[in-house]
C-alpha cells in the first residue's frame, strides 16, 4: 500500500514509521522544514525510544521518505492519515483548523480514489465535516471514503504500542474502507475493533477521561490517606488485585499532564456541553487535577514559607518519564511560582532539558545530573519518576544544605529515607523524619 501521513508529532511519525516498519511506503508530510530536514537524515525530532533505529532502518530500505510538500505527498497515496495537532482553545474546546487545513489540502491534490483516516483526536462529528470540506473543495473527480482511526500510543513506549497496542479502532460508513484499514494493520497483530465513525470518535475521548478518572480518584483518596496516617501505595495495590478495578493507573501523585489528558478532557466536557449535557464527574476530575499539581508547592511552603534565595533542586521536568514532551507539566507551574516566591533553582531532566529551556524562565539553572541539582539544595522537589532520579545515589542526600524531599511521583521507599535521617514528604503516605 502507499501511504501518506500528514503531521509527523509523536503520532504522525511514529504511525509512518510503524507502517513502513511492517513494508508500507510511506511518505510523512510536515509543514515544518527544520523537522523535515532532520528526517530526511533520520534523526527523529522527538524523543520516543527505539525511533531513530528503525527511521533509519526504512529510509535506507526505500519505504520511508519526508517532504513539506503535500502535494507531491500524496501522490500516488492510496491511503491518507491526518495525524495534525488538535490543540486546546481557550474555551477548551479542541482546534480543528489544522485538521480541516489538510482536509482542503487533500482535496485540492488527490487525482486518485482515496481513503482518508483521522487519527488525530476529533470531537465527535468531526470526521463527517473532513468529509464534508473534502467534497465541497475536491479538484478532480475521484470518491473518498472516511476512516476514523483513533490513536492510543503512550508517549515514551509509542514504538513498542504500535506493535503491541490493545487495539486498534476503525470507524467508517464503507465496510470496504474498514476492511482496507484492516488489512493494512493486520501485521501488527493487534486486535481491530470495527465500528461507526461517531462511536469510534469518542471511544478515544471517554478512554482519555476514564484513565484521567481513575488519576484524579487515586489522587484523591491519597489525599485522605495523608489525613487518616493511611499508606496510598498499600491502598492502591490492595484496589488494584481486584480485577474489575485494575491495577494501572492507579498511582497516586502530582496529577496528569501532557498534551492529550488535560485538553481531551476539557475537549469532552464541552463535546458533552454542545448537546446540553453538563458532565459533572468529568469536571470534578479536571479540578480534582488542578488542586493535585499544587500539593509539592504546599508541602514545601508549609515547611519553608519563606523561599527567598533558598536553593531549590527540581528532579523531573516532563511530563512523565521516558518522553521529551513538556506540555501542560506540572514543572511549568511549579518553577513560575518558585521564581515568583524568589527561590533558586536548580533542575534536571535526562532528556527534556532543551525542550524546558524554551518553556520555562531564563532564570532556571540546569544540572546534568540528579546528584548535581539536589548538592547544596535547601530541598529537592521530585515531579518524574525518571530512573535517573529513583536510582539517584542516596548519599547525595547527605550533601544538602538540609535534607528535605518532597516526592510528588513516590520514587522512594519510606524506610530508606527514615534510615538516611532525610525528612521525606511523598504522595498519600506518612512523612518520615
Ligand atoms: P504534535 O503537535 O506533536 O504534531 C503535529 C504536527 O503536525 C507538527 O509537526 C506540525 O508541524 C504538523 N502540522 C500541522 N499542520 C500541518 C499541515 N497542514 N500539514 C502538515 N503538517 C502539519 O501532535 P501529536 O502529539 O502528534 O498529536 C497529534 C494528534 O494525535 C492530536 O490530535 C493528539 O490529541 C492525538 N494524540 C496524541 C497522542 C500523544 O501522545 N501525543 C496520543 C494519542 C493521540
Known sequence: MKISVVGTGYVGLVTGVSLSEIGHTVTCIDIDENKVNKMRQGKSPIYEPGLDEMMTKNIESNRLFFTTDHKQGFEGA????????????????????????????????????????????????????????????????????????????????????????????????????????????????????????????MIKYASNAFLATKISFINEISNICERVDANVEEVAE???????????????????????????????????????????????????????????????????????????????????????????????????????????????????TENAKTLLSEKVNYAESAEEAIKGSDAALILTEWDEIKNVNREVFDTMNYPLVIDGRNCFKLEEMRERRVEYHSVGRPSIN
Open 238 to 352: 490492595g484496589m488494584g488485585m481486584d480485577k474489575r478495578i485494575g491495577s494501572q493507573f492507579l498511582k497516586a501523585g502530582i496529577g496528569y499532564g501532557g498534551s492529550c489528558f488535560p485538553k481531551d478532557t476539557k475537549a469532552l466536557i464541552q463535546i458533552a456541553g454542545n448537546v446540553d449535557y453538563e458532565f459533572e464527574l468529568l469536571k470534578g476530575v479536571v479540578n480534582v487535577n488542578k488542586k493535585q499539581q499544587a500539593l509539592l508547592l504546599n508541602k514545601l511552603n508549609e515547611r519553608l514559607p519563606d523561599l527567598k534565595g533558598k536553593r531549590i533542586a527540581l528532579l523531573g521536568l516532563a511530563f512523565k518519564p521516558n518522553t521529551d514532551d513538556m506540555r501542560e507539566a506540572a514543572s511549568i507551574v511549579v518553577t513560575e511560582n518558585l521564581i515568583k516566591a524568589g527561590a533558586e533553582i536548580v533542575a534536571f531532566d535526562p532528556i527534556a
Open 78 to 201: 492510496d491511503v491518507i492519515y491526518i495525524a495534525v495537532g488538535t490543540p486546546e482553545k481557550e474555551d477548551g474546546s479542541a482546534n480543528l483548523a489544522f485538521v480541516e487545513q489538510v482536509a482542503k489540502d487533500i482535496a485540492t491534490n488527490i487525482k486518485k480514489d482515496t481513503i482518508v483516516v483521522t487519527k488525530s483526536t476529533v470531537p465527535v462529528g468531526t470526521n463527517h465535516k473532513v468529509k464534508q470540506i473534502i467534497h465541497i473543495n475536491l479538484v478532480n473527480d475521484v470518491k473518498v471514503d472516511i476512516v476514523s482511526n483513533p490513536e492510543f500510543l503512550k508517549e515514551g513506549s509509542a514504538i513498542e504500542d504500535s506493535f503491541h497496542g490493545d487495539r486498534i479502532v476503525v470507524g467508517s460508513e464503507s465496510a470496504q474502507a474498514a476492511d482496507i484499514i484492516e488489512e493494512i494493520n493486520k501485521p501488527f497483530g493487534v486486535t481491530v475493533y470495527k465500528t461507526d465513525i461517531r462511536s469510534a470518535e
